[in-house]
């Protein structure tokens, strides 16, 4: 399997489009992707305040990265859950993925910073933790706000 850009080896084959791409060429693939998105659907203009909801995911992380790389001012936002082990290590991964890359991530623990949690909100709400995670993210309208991962978590 070769890149259809370049021949070099490829590392992902994408059905969507038939070809298959190196890392390079996917990663430019992914750029000029989300750029067209961007501009099709008026999404965002240059100089907007952008946060970047992190799961500590490849979704998300990613999405920052490009927007970034895209020249957007995107500041990463993770916000630890209190999800057990899941959050502890999803954390870890937006700090050090932030750290690398020099790029701004505000952290929020729900527990220790504002007295709650998901396991326990959403068994008290009797909702299931992506609707409240929704509650969440309109509470944060003061930015561009966008997450990697579902279309359905995506702020309007
Ligand atoms: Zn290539």
Redesign the pocket.
């Known amino acids: 399997m070769?890149?259809?850009?370049?021949?070099?080896p490829?590392i992902i084959d994408i059905r969507r489009h038939n070809p298959s791409?190196?890392?390079?060429?996917?990663r430019k693939l992914c750029r000029d992707q989300t750029a067209k998105a961007i501009a099709q659907f008026d999404m965002l203009q240059p100089g907007d305040r952008l946060l970047v909801a992190v799961s500590g995911g490849k979704n998300s992380l990613a999405v920052g990265d490009i927007l970034n790389e895209l020249g957007y001012d995107a500041e990463g936002c993770y916000v630890g859950l209190g999800i057990g082990d899941y959050s502890d290590v999803s954390a870890e991964y937006a700090v050090r993925f932030a750290r690398e890359r020099d790029l701004t991530l505000v952290t929020q623990d729900l527990l220790t910073e504002h007295g709650f949690d998901l396991p326990h909100e959403s068994r008290a709400a009797k909702r299931a933790p992506f609707s409240f995670c929704a509650l969440i993210e309109r509470v944060t309208r003061p930015f561009s706000l966008t997450i990697g991962s579902k279309p359905q978590e995506v702020t309007p």
């Open positions: 070769k890149c259809r850009v370049c021949r070099e490829a791409f190196c890392s390079g060429h996917f």
